[in-house]
DNA sequence: ATATGATGTGACCAGGTGGTCACGTGACCG
DNA sequence: CGGTCACGTGACCACCTGGTCACATCATAT
């Protein structure tokens, strides 16, 4: 957490201090960002940056916790709800707002996939670990229950294809952001119903006769 | 390319340098990997390593050469006449192969996945792109080619199921060696199955069609 | 025995890192 | 006015990095 002195600071100059971080953390890993280059480009004394954080762990998990927050605000009402929906509906609301959030802030989504890739990096294990096997979890148990109400198939490995679309979640973002646009729009509803044909009756042509 | 000295050496001090440097970036990301600690590791002088290497890239790229010649020996008789088979099975060759290097050579496997994750290091641009659109242009054409020949969907979007593709060939893999086996084996040919199973027919059953 | 040339060596360099600390500055208060 | 106290400051610290270089070592050829 950050010091008091931080959140006493003047809104434009927290904020300032924030985006700078924000842009530190988007462009180098965990390790590689600097502490010196913030202070610079903030325009503060590196001791101000100490009086404010405790260390650059303190700032980076300040930095994640506005991200979370921000996120937060995307994810759709279908979820807080999942009982009423099935697998299929769930997972499109899922991809839709991990695509939306990914697009609208593409420098947020970038700080989030760069914490991924830390995996051997001390810092990881300090924030993912507490975290992140949730999604893994949270995609296992909707799986689970999908077997169960007979939505996919009833031999389906549901650790693998847990494993799977919690990371593809990451895949499709980073294709939508790169190659389709940078903006929400259409294409996203597009790109996202594209995969999610793709996840409920594959790619091969014997089963598409059956949707199509 | 490392130095004549390099190549004079004896052999058993010749490989241990090169187990120790495969170690390093097996553990660090190329910017983390510090040739101080290889020196030290393989107890040479810091003096002899850049009389063997011009530089710290030097030996990387070296040692990802190492690599790539390991992984040409994993590459199926099957993908050297694609004409002649259809791209599931094409697909379950490139998977196959794709994991039984990274269960056999889970070291190696690791430099190749960190060399992806360093995309935003000067040392990525210089590396890997003059090698790596091509797996992702391989599967663009290897798709294109399955829809003309009706083995999958008319409409597939080609490109982001190219992505999609190559994306997930790290995933199975990783996936594979962290939860399934370290070694060959039948549950091998099993993940593999199922994987292909679902890209060909997806996760649906035959009634969830209802529900889109 | 001497000379030559390739190879081994580690102190050293410039430049970076995260973090500290003694001191300045200035706003408020009695 | 003097006192106080929170905040601003940048020189400084120990430690690390990749890379260099003058010198030591040693096998071979003469």
Redo the contacts between chains.
């Keep these: 957490m950050p010091k008091e002195t931080f959140f006493n600071l003047p809104d434009d100059k927290r904020s300032l201090i924030c985006d700078v971080a924000i842009e530190e953390f988007t462009?180098?890993?965990y390790?590689?960002a600097s502490v010196n280059r913030i202070v610079a480009k903030a325009g503060i004394a590196k001791g101000s940056f100490y009086q404010y954080f405790e260390d650059k762990k303190d700032l980076y998990m300040y930095v994640l916790q506005v991200i979370a927050e921000k996120k937060l605000e995307y994810i759709s009402p279908v979820m807080r709800n999942p009982y009423q929906h099935?697998i299929?509906?769930l997972l499109r609301e899922v991809y839709l707002s991990g695509i939306q959030f990914a697009a609208n802030h593409p420098d947020y989504a970038e700080i989030g996939t760069k914490l991924l890739?830390s995996k051997?990096s001390p810092i990881f294990d300090q924030v993912v670990d507490e975290n992140l096997p949730a999604a893994n979890d949270m995609f296992e148990a909707l799986l689970a229950r999908a077997v169960e109400r007979?939505?996919?198939?009833?031999d389906?490995?549901v650790?693998?294809?847990a494993?799977?679309i919690s990371?593809?979640t990451a895949?499709?973002s980073s294709?939508y952001v790169e190659?389709v646009a940078t903006t929400y729009g259409d294409e996203l509803m597009e790109?996202v119903d594209?995969?999610?044909?793709?996840?409920?009756?594959?790619?091969?042509?014997?089963?598409?006769q059956?949707?199509?």
């Excluded at 594209?194 to 014997?206: I, P």
């Design positions: 462009e180098y890993l390790d590689q099935d299929f509906t890739q051997n007979g939505e996919i198939k009833a389906t490995d650790k693998l294809f494993y799977m990371s593809m895949v499709v294709y190659n790109t594209k995969f999610l044909d793709f996840l409920k009756h594959g790619l091969g042509t014997d089963s598409s059956l949707s199509r």
